[in-house]
Every structure is written in structure tokens, then in C-alpha cells.
């Protein structure tokens, strides 16, 4: 017999505790999952889909899930959710809604310097993802490693799409490794859409190396490259770096970046321009 993992840790609790009578279960492990225990028994509706909390939708429009859907549970409270979109300012966690309105501001101002017949390098990052809804301008080509991409723009019209082909890796939902970089070294793109897990000391930082590569390629193969930025990145590192922000032709921040912060980095070199500000 199989079952969901959470329905059989629903029934382990039941087991072991014949007291409970009415009980959510949630069971978190690598990915978030909901039973519901209903008089003593475990309930599991007419579609035996009852407690499947990690499909309710916690930000309309968000990340596609593997259900087809968007904005669920899964896509930010899974393993690999949880990696991409922690984020936090002043000590505390900023909602799931202001981090995406935070995001949609750097894409815009992104979105309005793309002229229309472009060709566009993506990477995984979700905020080039926020650029990619942003734009209205047609026709243009967009590259990409990303199976997020792909599947954001595979029935807009007007898109050229070409996915990169490569090692697919499940946790960042991305083509990575050599036969990606050798693909992405062999095509010309005018703009190059990306952002950092941390930046620190004018350094661009991604933990993981193949990630790294990926973003090296698509710089080389760009002509004009452009680093997006929400405040939450600033002052971090991780393991690898990939850039100095000096290598950008822009680098867009969003609106909760500190003023000095900026000065410093435009008297560093820095072509910074700021979402959301006035008179930029």
C-alpha cells in the first residue's frame, strides 16, 4: 500500500496517541506536506487530496510549481524555496508579498531599457524572472538555463525562447555544468539579466560553483550586462564569487537600499540606479 508521507505520519501519530480526535498534521522535510485527522481517523476528502497544504497559494503570480499552479506553499516554504527566498531586514522576515513588490520595482526600471528585437540572457534568478512579465516590447530572443524561464515564457508570443540544454539540476530547476557554458559561449546576446545570493566589498557572491560558471558565461557572452539587487543581499557572502559589481553596465537596486550605501558605490565605480527613487 502506498500512501502520502504526511497521511502515514498522520496515522503514526494516531497510533501512538489514541486521544487525538481532530488534528492538522504538517510535516515538514524537504518539501512541506498536510494531513487532516477528523474524529479519531484520518481524513482524506472525496479526492483523497485533503491537507495538501503545500498546493494552497500564498502569493498569486508567484514561482510556478510542479502542480502547474503558482504562488503555492511549496515553491516558498519547501527545502529549496526556503534557500532562494530567505530574506530578512532589520531582524525581521519582510512578507512574501513585499518581497515580490520589492522585486517588480527593479524589474521595471529593467524592463523599460529593453528595446524591442533584443536578445536577452537569463539566468535562474527570480527577479530577472519579474523583468521577464514586466516586459511588453515584441519581438524579442530570450537564452536561458532556467526550467523556471522556460516554462514563464514557452506560450508567450512573440518570444524566441532557447533553453540551453545541459545537466538539469532538480534543486535549482536549472541547466548547469560544462555543456551549458560551452552552449552559452557560442551565442551573442545584447543584454544579460542577473542578480547575487550575496555581495560584500564590491564582490558578487553565489554559493554554488556551477551556478557561478553559468553567470561567468553569460556575462562574456553579453553586450551590455545588468545586476539586480534587493536591499537583503547587501553585506553578505557566500562561498564562491563571480563578478565585481564594477563588471556591470547597471546595477539596480531596490528601494530600501540605503543612501550612503549608494553614494559609496557610485564613488566606487559603480553604475548604480535606484527603483523606486525620485530624480534618479
Known amino acids: 500500500i502506498m500512501i502520502h508521507d504526511s497521511d502515514a505520519s498522520a496515522m503514526a501519530e494516531l497510533w501512538f496517541d489514541h486521544t487525538i480526535r481532530d488534528a492538522v498534521c504538517v510535516y515538514l522535510e524537504r518539501r512541506p506536506g498536510g494531513a487532516v485527522i477528523v474524529n479519531g481517523s484520518l481524513y482524506q476528502g472525496p479526492n483523497l487530496s485533503n491537507g ?3 498546493h494552497m497559494c500564498l502569493v498569486p503570480g508567484g514561482r510556478i510549481c510542479y502542480c502547474g499552479q503558482r504562488g503555492c506553499n511549496e515553491t516558498l516554504l519547501s527545502g529549496p524555496g526556503l534557500a532562494r527566498e530567505h530574506h530578512h531586514f532589520g531582524g525581521l522576515p519582510l512578507t512574501a508579498a513585499q518581497i515580490a513588490e520589492l522585486k517588480q520595482e ?21 527577479t530577472a524572472l519579474w523583468v521577464l512579465r514586466q516586459l511588453d516590447v515584441v ?37 548547469l555544468g560544462q555543456n551549458t557554458t560551452d552552449v552559452i559561449a557560442g551565442i551573442r546576446a545584447d543584454y544579460c539579466l542577473m542578480s ?8 558578487c557572491f553565489h554559493p554554488y560553483e556551477d551556478c557561478v560558471q553559468v553567470k561567468r558565461a553569460m556575462m562574456a557572452s553579453s553586450a551590455e550586462s545588468i545586476l539586480l539587487l ?36 557610485r ?14
Do not use: C
Request: zero cysteines; glycine letters at 6%; aromatic letters at 4%.
Open 230 to 265: 534587493d536591499h537583503t543581499k547587501l553585506n553578505r557572502r557566500a562561498l564562491h564569487t563571480f563578478a565585481s559589481m564594477t563588471d556591470f553596465d547597471q546595477v539596480i537596486v531596490d528601494a530600501l537600499t540605503p543612501s550612503d550605501l549608494i553614494a559609496d558605490l
Open 52 to 54: 495538501t497544504i503545500e
Open 106 to 126: 527593479v524589474a521595471r526600471v529593467v524592463a523599460e531599457r529593453i528595446r524591442p528585437g533584443s536578445s536577452i540572457m537569463v539566468d535562474d534568478s527570480t
Open 139 to 175: 519581438p524579442i530572443t530570450v537564452v536561458t538555463n532556467s526550467m523556471l524561464v522556460a516554462r514563464e515564457l514557452e506560450r508567450r508570443s512573440g518570444v524566441r525562447l532557447f533553453v540551453t540544454g545541459g545537466e538539469y539540476q532538480a534543486w535549482a530547476e536549472a541547466m
Open 267 to 280: 564613488e566606487r565605480g559603480v553604475n548604480v540606479t535606484q527603483a523606486g527613487a525620485v530624480n534618479e
Open 196 to 203: 547575487a545570493s550575496g555581495i560584500s566589498d564590491l564582490q
